[in-house]
């Protein structure tokens, strides 16, 4: 970031409407966390997934829909031969439990190729201990039992299974699933209900007689991606594609919270020059908004921003099917003349259905994305301090004991500003503190200043006085008061007022050379030749 007067430093923040807590497990799928041990980390614990096959060619990381994404079996090796998949083992110290049996997956994939024997296997866990369960995600392509599956199981082949209808993937496509498991203790059912991006899939499932919960047990249960145990199911079954983001979360999502998993990520800000600078004096910069997945239809932003802070080019951002899928905007901020200083704004850009058209892709409602602008202020915070007759003076006397001074603002300020003012000790101030507002901040307020008769022999002396600012643009400004003040104590040399007896030399001080003067008037006194010295000095 460079550092300089006028930069505006941008952060951007993606939201939603309505945001799911965190998972209690989270793949990104990003980048391996030690490439010799061919694992990519759980952001959220310890239970690290393992990229199979460690010894042959591995599954590579390649662009996603956040980040990067996991490309699985002969997608990236042209072999069907090679096992590629992702195994989580699970950790005694980490046990991933499901608890009352709530649960939400979530995952993003792309379809490459046809799969292996027919199924897409996504997320699976079988149990390994009597008295848990496991569980198998998978979507079927063979007939005469296509659709988009999930077991439950006690032990296989022993299962009750979710299937909610077939639907058929586009190759080249991104497609977020997520399958909610919802449990009522009361009735003892399941409901089973599948989400592709971001909507209801068929007919949510309900499943009786569902009271343990599901479980991924300190003994020895796995998480398997992409891929189904072949010793169980006596196939091979893989991905033939690409698998992003996998999380899970041990509640049961709401369709709001689905959505904003979804779009976590899927829109976002690109700065030019990896910052974005801009001031009050015209320096202007871009940035882009960019759609990670490509739409599959018309998608429309609108930002909401407060306009007297900061403009925009072009404002209404369009998206259509024929791309492209980033669109430039131009920010300035507005020359005002209020003192701000170093200040914010924000600009949240919304994603809107507008009914004229037709051809909206509502995978796109309710994502949205806020930048936080910092902007730097031409307007310089100050305050003036004009003093009466142009200078300040007192007298311990009383003539005068007090004099005035007026403080005003030089810019308006964006909220209410303080001067709090304090002395040395030899005046008193009235009042102590002066407040303006934005809407009083040219109109001078008046400072009366007293002397304080104290009594000590000063002569004339100064008294400061501090006024400091506090609040927005003006905070920590300081600005001083000399007074001056005459003492009302004689001193040294004063008419009336007698030298010390040892000033030789009268200049109010007794020190070596008022001893080096008495000593040579001793001296001269002493001498035999020159009595008429000593008696002059004799008379004095």
């Known amino acids: 970031m460079r550092n300089y007067f006028g930069t505006i430093v941008v952060l951007f923040v993606l939201t939603s409407s309505l945001m799911a807590q965190d998972p209690n497990a989270h793949w990104p799928m990003d980048v391996r966390d030690n490439p010799s041990a061919d694992k990519t980390p759980d952001i959220i614990g310890e239970n690290h997934a393992t990229l199979y096959p460690s010894g042959g060619p591995p599954p590579v990381f390649s662009e996603g829909v956040t980040g990067n994404a996991v490309w699985l079996s002969n997608s990236t090796t042209g072999d069907p031969n090679v096992d590629q998949y992702i195994r989580v083992d699970n950790f005694v110290d980490e046990e991933l439990s499901i608890g009352t049996g709530d649960a939400t997956w979530t995952w993003w994939y792309r379809k490459e190729d046809a799969p292996i024997n027919g199924e897409t296997p996504w997320i699976e866990s ?3 201990a009597v008295g848990t369960k496991g569980y198998t995600i998978y979507h079927r392509e063979v007939s005469p039992n296509e659709g988009i599956d999930m077991y439950i199981i006690d032990s296989p082949p022993v299962s009750t299974k979710s299937d909610w209808g ?20 009361n009735a003892e059912t399941d409901t089973y209900t599948l989400y592709i991006d971001g909507e209801v899939a068929g007919v949510p499932s309900v499943q009786t007689g569902q009271s343990d919960p599901l479980e991924i047990d300190e003994l020895g249960s796995d998480i398997w991606i992409g891929k189904r145990k072949p010793d169980v199911w006596g196939q091979e079954f893989e991905i033939n594609g690409g698998i992003d983001d996998v999380r899970i979360f041990f509640e049961p999502l709401s369709q709001a919270e689905v959505k904003s998993v979804m779009f976590e990520g899927r829109v976002d800000i690109v700065e030019t020059d990896g ?16 759609l990670l997945n490509p739409p599959t239809g018309r998608v429309i932003f609108e930002p909401t921003y407060d306009t007297s802070q900061v403009q925009l080019s072009p404002e209404i951002l369009t998206f259509n099917l024929a791309g492209p899928n980033s669109i430039e905007v131009t920010v300035s901020a507005v020359n005002d003349a209020i003192a701000e200083g170093f200040h914010n704004s924000t600009v949240t850009y919304n994603s809107i259905n507008d009914p004229n058209f037709s051809d909206y892709d509502l995978t796109y409602l309710d994502s949205s994305t806020t ?3 910092d902007i730097v202020d031409n307007d310089i915070a100050d305050f003036s301090i004009i003093e009466s007759g142009d200078s300040t003076d007192l007298d311990e006397s009383g003539d005068p004991n007090e004099d005035t001074y007026e403080v005003v603002l030089g810019f308006q300020p964006k909220g209410e500003i303080r001067i709090a003012i304090t002395t040395d000790g030899q005046t008193t101030v009235d009042p102590v503190e002066l407040i303006f507002q934005p809407g009083d901040w040219f109109v001078p307020q008046t400072v009366s200043v007293s002397v304080i008769d104290d009594g000590d022999s000063e002569g004339p002396h100064i008294s400061t006085i501090t006024n400091l600012a506090k609040g927005g643009a003006y905070e920590g400004i300081s600005k001083d008061v000399l007074a001056n003040v005459t003492d009302n104590e004689r001193y040294c040399g004063d008419g ?6 040892m000033d030789v030399n009268r200049d109010c001080y007794v020190d070596m050379t008022d001893f ?12 035999p030749f020159y009595p008429e010295v000593c008696n002059a000095d004799a008379n004095d």
């Open 126 to 128: 079988l149990p390994n």
């Open 166 to 185: 077939n639907f058929m993937f586009t190759v080249g496509q991104w497609y977020h699933l997520a399958v909610v498991r919802d449990y009522d203790e």
């Open 371 to 373: 930048l936080t602008v």
């Open 496 to 501: 009336g007022h007698e030298y010390y007896l």
């Open 516 to 527: 080096s003067l008495m000593t040579s008037d001793w001296l001269k006194c002493s001498h």
């Open 275 to 290: 910052d974005t600078l801009v001031n009050e004096d015209g320096l202007t910069d871009t940035f882009n908004l960019v």
